[in-house]
């Protein structure tokens, strides 16, 4: 339990999820703050993904023999200690240096699961290392180019990343003022682009390396990661160059969960990017049930998007989601403390949710249903 574990000294930092994203304005410089913190257009999905966790309430029940709780659980083959993974998010040096190695320290410590992103600001390579035995799934953003594409997952496979997560709703930037403003956008200068800048079919297609000549890398890396919708049809090319599980990653309708099923599919993660994709979109949470009964158990369904606190991963459980993925708030812990700042949000999540489970009469993940809940 983490509360014995502060052995009665002060946390590094917050223990309210809820409040880090305040604190982490005080640190970071606006561009990189307001890269994290913001949503697309208005913030309009954004505030809907906190107010659909607020619709619902927990139904605390009594006198159950929760002393002894079994937070443990397994998702497509991997083992995780609690049904939590870190959600893939880029460009992670933008608030610390250490970036997505300090993660990857910090969740392999925990037993986490770390989604990689495409856009990480370190290598595949580099990233498996300093994860050492953790357990690693990679997030794809799909290239305009299929070698570069076949190379990529090439190189993830034999880093050991075992779960593939292909996200979908991001195959061009959504209209974000917050970076706009700014003029704030870090690829542009490089950042996040260590994966296919250091991929040999990436680089085979530039007259220069990207080290001599940055400014054509750049515009390289645009043609490749935006601008083109890919289709259905497609998904056999990634299933015939992956032999690991594949998610796909940015489903919001029950249609498009029953096409990922057909598709031979493994899993799908309910989640609207945080709001930072579609502004006015429907909630991710208030999709989630019409999702989770259209697949019933056919596929794994994961859920992200407003996840803060253990309250929140307990309704996203009973409503379907075998686990949830976290964001924004392990970035502000990395912000705050690198390694040991992404460890201090996970504990704390992870005593959260038990504690949670726990008072409302729970012993495992697996006893919660939608009669855990009331609507407010
Ligand atoms: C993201 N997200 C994201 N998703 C993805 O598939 N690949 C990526 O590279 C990124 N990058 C990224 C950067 C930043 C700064 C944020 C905040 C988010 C989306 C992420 O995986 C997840 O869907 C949301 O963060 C979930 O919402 P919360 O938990 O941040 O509310």
Redesign the pocket.
């Given at each position: 339990m983490y509360l014995n574990g502060l052995g009665g000294r002060l946390p590094p930092f917050t223990t309210d999820l809820t409040a880090l994203e305040s604190s982490a304005r005080e640190r970071l410089e606006p561009g990189p703050f307001r890269?994290?913190?913001?949503a697309a257009g208005s913030g309009a999905t954004?505030r809907a993904?906190?107010a659909a966790f607020d619709a619902w309430r927990l139904v605390p029940r009594m006198l159950r023999d929760a002393t002894v709780r079994d937070l443990r659980t397994t998702v497509l083959g991997t083992r995780m200690p609690a049904p939590v993974l870190l959600?893939?998010?880029?460009?992670?040096s933008i608030v610390h240096p250490d970036g997505e190695l300090a993660t990857a320290r910090a969740a392999a410590a925990l037993g986490v699961p770390m989604?990689l992103?495409?856009?990480?600001s370190h290598t595949v390579e580099e990233v498996a290392e300093a994860s050492g035995d953790g357990p690693r799934w990679f997030?794809l953003?799909w290239p305009n180019d299929d070698e570069v594409c076949a190379s990529i997952l090439a190189r993830a496979r034999a880093a050991g990343f075992t779960t593939l997560?292909v996200?979908l709703?991001?195959w061009t930037l959504a209209w974000r003022p917050h970076d706009l403003d700014l003029s704030y956008l870090p690829f542009i200068r490089g950042i996040?682009t260590a994966v296919p800048y250091s991929d040999p079919a990436f680089r085979a297609g530039l007259a220069r390396s990207p080290e001599k000549d940055p400014t054509s890398a750049v515009l390289h890396w645009v043609r490749m990661f935006t601008g083109t919708d890919k289709s259905w049809d497609r998904l056999p090319f990634l299933r015939q160059r992956w032999d690991g599980p594949i998610v796909l990653?940015?489903i919001q309708h029950p249609d498009d969960a029953r096409r990922a099923v057909a598709a031979g599919m493994d899993g799908i993660?309910v989640?609207?990017?945080?709001?930072?994709q579609v502004d006015g979109a429907v909630a991710?949470l208030d999709v989630l049930p019409e999702i989770a009964e259209a697949v019933g158990d056919e596929i794994e369904v994961l859920f992200?998007?407003?996840?803060?606190t253990g309250a929140d991963v307990l309704k996203a459980l009973a409503l379907g989601a075998k686990a949830v993925?976290?964001?924004?708030?392990y970035?502000y812990g990395l912000a705050h403390g690198g390694e040991d700042g992404v460890r201090h949000v996970l504990r704390s999540l992870l005593a959260d949710l038990d504690l949670t489970l726990a008072l409302t009469g729970h012993r495992s993940p697996a006893e919660l249903s939608p009669q855990s809940l009331r609507h407010a």
């Open positions: 890269y994290v913190a913001g954004d993904n906190r959600a893939p998010v880029g460009v992670q989604v992103s495409t856009a990480s997030q953003y997560v996200t709703d991001t996040g990653k940015g993660v989640s609207n990017h945080g709001g930072r991710s992200d998007s407003g996840v803060r993925l976290v964001g924004r708030p970035v």
